[in-house]
C-alpha cells in the first residue's frame, strides 16, 4: 500500500511538473529562468490582442462606403414609395393646393414632414416599443386622427352646398399659412401609422449596431425625401392647368376630397377599435 501511495505521490508530483512547464510562458511574473522566445511570443499575443481590441472598439457599427449607400438607397426608396401610396396625407397636400395655392400647400406638406421627422426619431430612440406597453394611447391617437379626418370630410362636404359660382375655395376664406402648417401637422401626428413604417422601416433595413452618424443620415434622408414628396405634391396640384380643371368641375372634385376624408376616418376608427 505503501508503495502505491508513494508511486501515486511521484505521479502527481510529476504532472505538477509538467503542467507548470507548460503555463510557465503564459505567466508575467514567471522567474527569469523562463526561456526568452516564449517571453517574445506572449508580449507579441498580447500586443496583438490589444490592437484588435482597439480596431475593434473604432470600427463597431461602422459601415463601409458601399454599405452605408446601400442603406441609405434602401431607405430614400421606400419613402419614395410610401409618398407615392394614397393616404391622408396625399389628399391633405392635394386639397390645400388645390382650394387655397401652392403656398399653403407646401405649408401643409411641411407640417406633414415635420410630424414624420418626429415619428422617425422616436423611432430610432426605441420610444414606439412603448406602444406595446400602452395600447391605450395607440387607440386614443388613432381616434384623435380618424376624429380629424371626419371633420376634414365634414368641411369639404359643407362647402360643396355653400360655395357660389365664383369660389373655388374648399374652406374658409381666411385659412391662413398657419392653419395650413397646423392641419398638415396634425393630421400625421395622429396617425401611430407612420411611427410603425420607420419602425418596421429601421428593424428591416437598418443594422442593429448601426452607428449614431448613420442613425442621423437615415433621417436627414427621410426628412429631405419628405418635404421634397410633398413640395412636388403641392406644385403638380397648383399649376394652372390642373387649378383649371378643379374651378371647372369644383363640386365633384370636393365631392370626392369629403368622400376620401370621410372614408379615411371611418377606416381609422374602425380599425383603431378593432385592433383594441
Known amino acids: 500500500m505503501r508503495g502505491q501511495a508513494c508511486a501515486a505521490s511521484e505521479r502527481n508530483t510529476s504532472l505538477k511538473g509538467r503542467y507548470k512547464t507548460r503555463l510557465t510562458p503564459l505567466n508575467l511574473a514567471s522567474p527569469t529562468g523562463r526561456p526568452q522566445q516564449s517571453e517574445d511570443q506572449h508580449a507579441r499575443c498580447l500586443s496583438a490582442i490589444r490592437f484588435l481590441e482597439k480596431?475593434?472598439?473604432?470600427?463597431?457599427?461602422?459601415?463601409?462606403?458601399?454599405?452605408?449607400?446601400?442603406?441609405?438607397?434602401?431607405?430614400?426608396?421606400?419613402?419614395?414609395?410610401g409618398w407615392l401610396s394614397p393616404g391622408p396625407n396625399m389628399f391633405a397636400v392635394m386639397s390645400a393646393s388645390l382650394s387655397q395655392g401652392r403656398r399653403n400647400g407646401v405649408l401643409t406638406g411641411l407640417g406633414i414632414s415635420l410630424a414624420s421627422f418626429i415619428w422617425a426619431i422616436l423611432a430610432v430612440l426605441g420610444v414606439?416599443?412603448?406602444?406595446?406597453?400602452?395600447?391605450?394611447?395607440?387607440?386614443?391617437?388613432?381616434?384623435?386622427?380618424?376624429?380629424?379626418?371626419?371633420?376634414?370630410?365634414?368641411?369639404?362636404?359643407?362647402?360643396?352646398?355653400?360655395?357660389?359660382?365664383?369660389?373655388?375655395s374648399l374652406y374658409h376664406s381666411d385659412d391662413s399659412g398657419f392653419k395650413a402648417f397646423r392641419s398638415g401637422f396634425i393630421i400625421c401626428a395622429t396617425n401611430p401609422k407612420a411611427a410603425l413604417f420607420f419602425g418596421s422601416v429601421l428593424t428591416a433595413f437598418?443594422?442593429?449596431?448601426?452607428?449614431?452618424?448613420?442613425?442621423?443620415?437615415?433621417?436627414?434622408?427621410?426628412?429631405?425625401?419628405?418635404?421634397?414628396?410633398?413640395?412636388?405634391?403641392?406644385?403638380?396640384?397648383?399649376?394652372?392647368?390642373?387649378?383649371?380643371?378643379?374651378?371647372?368641375?369644383?363640386?365633384?372634385?370636393?365631392?370626392v376630397f369629403g368622400a376620401t376624408f370621410t372614408l379615411l376616418g371611418v377606416g381609422a376608427a374602425y380599425d383603431a377599435i378593432r385592433r383594441f
Not at 457599427?61 to 431607405?75: E, N, Q
Not at 391605450?136 to 384623435?144: C, D, E, P, S, T
Not at 437598418?206 to 413640395?231: K, W, Y
Open 128 to 168: 414606439i416599443a412603448l406602444f406595446d406597453l400602452f395600447p391605450q394611447v395607440v387607440l386614443g391617437l388613432r381616434l384623435m386622427g380618424a376624429g380629424y379626418l371626419l371633420w376634414l370630410g365634414f368641411k369639404a362636404f359643407r362647402s360643396v352646398f355653400t360655395m357660389s359660382n365664383g369660389d373655388m
Open 55 to 81: 480596431r475593434y472598439k473604432k470600427t463597431k457599427g461602422i459601415l463601409s462606403p458601399m454599405d452605408t449607400f446601400s442603406v441609405l438607397s434602401t431607405i430614400a426608396l421606400v419613402n419614395i414609395m
Open 206 to 255: 437598418v443594422p442593429a449596431d448601426a452607428s449614431n452618424e448613420l442613425l442621423i443620415e437615415i433621417l436627414a434622408v427621410c426628412l429631405v425625401f419628405g418635404v421634397s414628396g410633398h413640395t412636388i405634391t403641392a406644385t403638380v396640384f397648383s399649376t394652372d392647368f390642373v387649378v383649371q380643371k378643379f374651378v371647372a368641375a369644383r363640386r365633384q372634385i370636393t365631392g
